[in-house]
């Protein structure tokens, strides 16, 4: 644990953490990703004839296995901007110019790599709202018929049942999950393009390239490569900040609910105080509103990381780094803390 942030400081992350999300967003995830791109890249060429056959699938799998120095990859990195210059000195190195990186570039590589962690991103995402979907549908049949005071303005307004609330909370997450399948024909697309992005290296084997490709990585390759497109990538982000918004909006009815005196809500395994032991804090439902204002603002950033200038940029594509892994990993737990609130609903609605 670094401690530089609080999704794995020693101590918040217990709050604030995801496991599944970290492990997806890992340096060590990021750089088996790019082998597999290198790895599949010199089959490709292959394909295409500009390396003998026997010579990529000796090569292939000694990329795909191959074991980088770490703190070379790091000084790479301060020197060059990126690890991608250091990975293929150490490649070529160890295994030799021949099929190694010819025709691709930095950004093909690190940008397939991106699209590896969002495809598992959305597959975890995806999941865990069709669980959520299932828990409050069960909280539905179990209190739905049950009466509660309609608020407008957190003003008592008109009678309405507990099911009215569960269905405004539950009605965003369908359009979530039929976001996400249109993101993977959209946005999951490989985006080879070469040195300046426009495939000038291998423009007579691009067909066959582009087969290759597709075929070992299991994912299409975008007609045009999109080095400085980064829509797509900010239509993931913004994504992620609607879930988390949609969930906001959950944990601030429930901490609303919460409150002494209203106490429409009743959640076992409320947090505990060190000065009033008396009190049973809605940590989970508070969590949910602190993670969808984190990525409302996150998501500004990464509209900032679309403004790249001419063919590449290093300032705005360094920007998503910092920005978008952190996105994940509030969504992901703020879907793993919505369930578990929810779960966790002893007794909602109000008391006659």
């Known amino acids: 644990m670094s401690g530089l942030s609080v999704f794995d400081h020693p101590w918040h992350s217990g709050l604030l953490g995801d496991d599944e999300m970290q492990a997806i967003w890992s ?25 003998d056959a026997l010579r990529a699938e000796t090569l292939a799998p000694l990329i795909e296995a191959f074991e980088p120095d770490f703190e070379d990859l790091r000084a790479g990195t301060a020197k060059d901007g990126l690890p991608i210059p250091a990975l293929v000195r150490q490649l070529k190195a160890a295994l030799g110019d021949l099929g190694v990186h010819t025709g691709s570039t930095s950004q093909d590589v690190i940008d397939t790599a991106l699209v590896f962690a969002m495809r598992d991103t959305l597959d975890v995402v995806e999941a865990r709202l069709n669980r959520l979907m299932s828990a409050l549908d069960n909280l539905q049949g179990t209190y739905g018929q049950s009466p509660l005071m309609g608020r407008t303005r957190m003003q008592a307004a008109t009678k309405i049942t507990v099911g009215d609330r569960i269905a405004a909370w539950a009605s965003p997450l369908p359009a979530h999950v039929e976001r996400i399948a249109q993101m993977r024909n959209r946005v999951l697309t490989v985006p080879v393009g070469g040195a300046s992005g426009d495939r000038a290296a291998f423009r007579a084997q691009n067909t066959t390239i582009v087969a290759a490709l597709e ?138």
Do not use: Y
């Not at 597999?36 to 004839?49: Q, S």
């Not at 982000?237 to 106490?263: E, F, H, R, W, Y």
């Not at 996150?298 to 996105?327: D, K, N, T």
């Open 27 to 51: 340096a060590d995830r990021q750089l088996q990703h790019m082998l597999t791109f290198e790895a599949a890249w010199t089959r490709a060429l292959a394909a295409a004839g500009t390396i």
């Open 215 to 352: 075929e070992t990585l299991a994912l299409p390759v975008a007609d045009k490569a999109w080095h400085t497109g980064r829509d797509g990538v900010v239509e993931f982000a913004s994504n992620l900040s609607l879930i988390t918004g949609s969930l906001g909006k959950i944990g601030q009815d429930l901490c609303l609910m919460a409150q002494q005196g209203i106490d429409e809500v009743k959640i076992a395994g409320g947090g505990g105080s060190s000065a009033m032991p008396h009190k049973q804090n809605p940590i989970l439902a508070e969590l949910l509103v602190t993670l969808a204002r984190f990525n409302a603002t996150q998501v500004s950033g990464m509209h900032h990381a679309m403004v790249h200038e001419q063919e590449r940029s290093g300032a705005a594509w360094a920007l998503e780094w910092m920005i978008l892994p952190q996105m994940t990993m509030a969504t992901g737990r703020a879907l793993t803390a919505c369930t578990d609130v929810v779960g966790a609903i002893e007794h909602i609605g109000t008391r006659e």
